[in-house]
């Protein structure tokens, strides 16, 4: 496969390694090579068969709209763009694109998600949500911390989880989902020792994407990795 990498960022730049790790080949793209969405027109796409985005909410739409557009394929593991989800879904329908997203690609996250969906079903229980990140990340709450949100309050109707964010050095990223009831706290984390997680399943991703059409959120595919 070719692989474009779209972010030169530490987890763009480490996606790259491990496509390379993997025998692909992978070319990669900064946000000065693609002002704009600027490099992403159909003949720069022609022998491309997925493209990567992990660079920032203001970039993300017109990189995924770009590549939708002449119908190629795209994993978008930048957050902080949901509102306009729906639109970019019924743009890869349209288009015969690939669309595949998410708020984390790590696969121990998404045991997370899973685990958390079983802990809401508690009665009696007040939940909320930790999350910890770099200090250069952007978005607060991490989306990651609001897939939780959405998955404890969807279990819990009229329920409000807090969400409390922290900024610190480079942490990798840690969540924390705390149910505490009047006998007993049980909680749920997931701390990432380095972004390696987050890129080999964004990578596979990639591989699954591959040659197909429609749109997909990773939790909903993980396990046929």
Known sequence: MLILVLGKGKTGSLVAQVARERGHGVRVLDFNE???????????????????????????????????????????GTTG???????????????????????????????????????????????????????????????????????????????HVEITSHRVGDAKGEHIVTAKGPDDVLELRHDAHNRRAFALGAVRAAEWLAGKEGAWDFREIFDQL
Do not use: C
């Open 34 to 76: 693609n002002r704009e969405a600027s490099a992403l027109t159909a003949p720069s796409l022609g022998g491309v068969d997925v493209v990567i985005d992990f660079t920032n909410a203001k970039a993300v739409v017109k990189n995924i709209r770009a590549v939708l557009s002449v119908g190629a394929r795209i994993v978008v």
């Open 81 to 159: 763009w949901y509102e306009q989800l729906d639109e970019m879904k019924a743009l890869a329908l349209r288009r015969n694109g690939g669309l595949l997203y998410g708020t984390n690609f790590s696969i121990g996250v998404q045991k997370l998600f899973r685990l958390t969906a079983e802990l809401a079903q508690l009665e009696g229980y007040q939940f909320a949500i930790a999350e910890t990140h770099h200090e250069s990340k952007l978005d607060a709450p991490s989306g990651t911390a609001i897939t939780l949100q959405q998955i404890v309050e969807a279990a819990q109707p009229g329920a």
